[in-house]
């Protein structure tokens, strides 16, 4: 979908069709969203038609990026607001202070209560540092390194050399570029990413602390960008970036041989990106059994919403209600954030482009490994400016430590430029 300025976006919100048929008497409840979360939403609408004939369901879905700047400049305004608003994790940390977002923990929606049947770092997601329950999640993306097994079985690996050490991680992407010409990684930046969440615990934030210090010259991003150096030293990164047409070239001309990144890349690989690479890939744990997710969608209701109640009934049905969950997993490789759902045996089933492993247990497993970790609504500043001081060390051999030092001081400048 070709980009669009803020007032187009606002004007398709207030002006977009009704996704069923128009009446006159209707009470129209609108969601904004982006693709693919509004497939999932669609598939909830006949359970929540079937409750509430005389409602009219209002889709507005725009592009990822798209709607969320949209969303953003509505609840600045605190007008044109639909009554439903789909959000990215990676967008959650600039939403979770927002005064135009109600807090679902308290009356008359008493979120909190549900707590227990959520996955924990999901739950945490949406909630702010004042313990203001600002979204409900709806699905996550719990990490994996998706690798070709057939590449690996060229260049004489196996999957342990992969996942036990980082050391042995460099070793492999080596061996596998000498023996095959396939690089093991797309990106060396997709180190730093699953490296500087290494080793949180409950509570804590990738970039700032709970003061809201930042922590981008730590020992965790030296590491990440240590590690990331040696990759690209080593040559065993492609030095395409994820989503890029190269990026998905390289996967079906058996040039990058690995991927880390959300459960959900499983069924982009298998229906868009490289169906006829099905039966060569694998799903493993991420190295040294770091803990990450990659994403999860909430969905959050505006203050100013003329449908509460409504509102508040849809989105229990689409992260409350076990068998929506699963209807969305089945059909959009959606992982469940409702702990029941993943009890179900559709878990256990082999996965046949995944050469028939049931790789759905193992992404359980992480989904419940992964820490409760805090979001701070700078994340998105200190996330570019990291990653644009590690392209100067990749590209520019800039020195790592200048290069950590330039990133915490331009981090705390724009934080206090915004604040």
Known sequence: MRSLRRRDALTLLCCAPATSRTRAAATRLTVATYPDLDRALKLALPAFARRHPEVEVNVVSLAHKDHHTAMTTALAAGAALPDLIALDMDF????????????????????????????????????????????????VGPGALFY??????????????????????????????????????????????????????????????????????GDRFRAAFELAQQARDAGMDAGVRAWTNEWAEGFRRDLIAAQMMGSWLGGHLKHWIAPATAGRWRSAPLPEGVAAAWGGSFYAIPVHSQHKALAWELLGLLALDREQQLAAFRSLDAFPVLLSAQDDGFLDQPIPFLGGQPARLQWRDMARRVPALALDRYDAVADEVVRNELDLVLLQRKPIDRALADARATVERRVRRRA
């Open 92 to 139: 959650m940390g600039k939403f979770l202070d927002s005064a135009g977002l109600e807090d679902l923990s308290r009356p008359p929606f008493s979120g909190a209560v549900h707590q227990a049947q959520i996955a924990r770092f999901a739950w945490r997601a949406g909630v702010n540092r004042r313990g203001e329950l600002k979204a409900l999640p709806v699905d």
């Open 148 to 217: 070709r097994e057939d590449l690996l079985q060229r260049a004489g690996l196996v999957e342990r050399d992969l996942t036990q050490s980082w050391r042995g991680f460099i070793a492999a992407g080596k061996q596998l570029r000498a023996r095959t010409g396939a690089c093991l990684l797309a990106h060396a930046q997709d180190l730093k990413d699953i490296r500087i969440r290494a080793g949180l615990a409950d509570g804590e934030g990738v970039f700032f602390d709970g003061g809201g210090r930042c922590l981008v010259q």
